[in-house]
């Protein structure tokens, strides 16, 4: 069951792995006929031949989740892999007369209930020398450690970024696992390199946004820090926890609460508690609530200089939530007032005239080859970036292998000649597994002071 990968993500999905639709299972199938339909859904895009070229050719797996609308699905961040392979095979086809052409699976959802089966198909159908993906946390974990034993790399532009709301409920298994990591050690999921030895992350790490806030707190000689958890939204409370028991050996936290934001809570007293113990607010919660505590931080007069309020938002997407003030209704004006009082911490969005050119092409591939259009505004963000670097950066790793004649499908080598490694990609400053990626969080963190004319960012 092969598709050309020219008709990547032009087909309607239906539930579980689906590529380009399948069969669908009618009433009164057998239970193994069910399943053999089920199965033929995870079908995998093979890229066709596109030159009559005698190339030694060798495949890449391409794991994405698709058509989930979010930073880092198949449909965003597909044009970015297909631009760094265009660029590696220009070299490796000069240099060696070898290829690499991609295997491509994707599934519905950010978990791991699809991704190994479909790493086990390409591992053993196409014998694959790498894999790029996938990206969220629970989908990659599964995948990353299938590819240390099969000692294949393993590429991608994220990590540690756990899927939304709305895609896993706070309270699955897998969160109480994270949970108990987090006790122990706040360095991230990954972090353990004896269980992951040949997965390379591109992105930030959420385990070191307890330096940035650190920085933060010696820059401005902050002591007494409050932080407000959200539990009941993924991303909050990852962020959160990552933050508590990141911050808790600096004896910065006098006061940590956690609320459920499905419900009508008064967020009045959390504030009125935590103004007992701290000057300094963290807000890690989802976006909508962030006004509503700054709608009632206004309130309680709390927005006049003697306290301050921070919060994350990775980059402006609708998958965080909306975290910004206007919505349009009566409240707007004393909304951003009240975010006169609030730091932002983000990444900080390319905008040089290469990147700028990059974001050009990957709009264009992403609409003619997998029908979908950047809707006005929408950034090509930082993940997409990471996830073209990490096709070119396993591009010169195996570029050196094969100039000193090695195996090319000795992934543990390979990965060692990634980690560690300084190089100039489409985002700047790259160095790839050091101290969980440290230099990422530090140049790409941003604190913005939202004020009624301008935004003034301050690098950290």
């Not at 938002?313 to 349009?328: K, M």
């Not at 010169?396 to 080598?413: F, K, Q, S």
């Amino acid at each position: 069951l092969l598709v050309p990968t020219s008709h990547a993500g032009r087909s309607s999905s239906s539930n579980g792995s689906t590529l380009a639709g399948g069969p669908t299972p009618t009433g009164g199938s057998t239970t193994d006929q069910r399943r053999l339909a089920k199965r033929g859904l995870n079908k995998l895009e093979v890229q066709p031949n596109d030159d009559g070229n005698n190339h030694t050719v060798y495949y890449v797996g391409v794991l994405m989740a698709s058509h989930l609308d979010s930073p880092f699905d198949l449909e965003r961040c597909g044009p970015a892999i297909d631009l760094g392979l265009e660029l590696v095979n220009q070299e490796l086809k000069k240099a060696h007369n070898v290829k690499l052409k991609k295997v491509q699976g994707s599934y519905a959802s950010c978990s791991g209930s699809k991704s190994p089966g479909l790493a086990a198909d390409m591992h053993f159908k196409y014998s694959v020398i790498a894999f790029i993906g996938p990206a969220c946390a629970f989908a990659l974990e599964p995948v990353a450690q299938l590819a240390d034993y099969w000692n294949t790399p393993i590429i991608t532009g994220m990590g540690d970024q756990p899927p939304s709301e709305g895609e896993l409920s706070v309270t699955s298994g897998i969160l109480g696992r994270l949970s108990n990591r987090w006790k122990n050690d706040s360095s991230g999921m990954f972090k353990d390199k004896s269980r992951y030895q040949t997965l390379t992350r591109m992105s930030y790490c959420q385990c070191r946004l307890k330096l940035v806030f650190s920085s933060i707190f010696r820059e401005f000689g902050w002591r007494h820090i409050a932080l407000i958890i959200d539990r009941s939204d993924l991303f909050s409370l990852t962020v959160g926890k990552n933050l508590e028991y990141g911050l808790k050996d600096e004896e910065l936290l006098k006061f940590v609460r956690e609320l459920d934001g499905n419900d009508e809570e008064d967020i009045d007293e959390y504030l009125k508690d935590a103004s007992m113990y701290a000057r300094v607010i963290i807000l890690s919660v989802r976006g909508s609530l962030v006004r509503k505590f700054m709608l009632s931080a206004l309130a309680l007069g709390m927005t006049r200089g003697e306290f301050t309020f921070l919060d994350v938002e990775i980059f402006q997407s609708s998958y965080w939530g909306d975290h910004y003030w206007e919505l349009g209704d009566e409240d707007d004006f004393k909304a951003r007032k009240s975010y006169e009082a609030l730091l932002r911490v983000s990444l900080l969005q390319p905008t040089s005239p290469t990147y700028q050119g990059f974001a050009e092409r990957v709009r264009q591939l992403a609409k003619s080859d997998y029908n979908y259009t950047f809707v006005e505004d929408e950034e090509v963000n930082f993940f997409i970036g990471a996830f073209f670097d990490g096709v070119y950066l396993l591009g010169m790793a195996l570029n050196d292998t094969l100039n000193e004649g090695g195996d090319i499908r000795d992934g543990t080598a390979i990965t060692r000649k990634m980690w560690g490694r300084n190089f100039e990609g489409i985002l700047p400053c790259e160095t790839p597994e050091t101290e969980c990626n440290a230099n990422f969080v530090y140049l790409f963190s941003v604190v913005k002071k939202i004020t009624l004319h301008s935004c003034k960012n301050i690098l950290f």
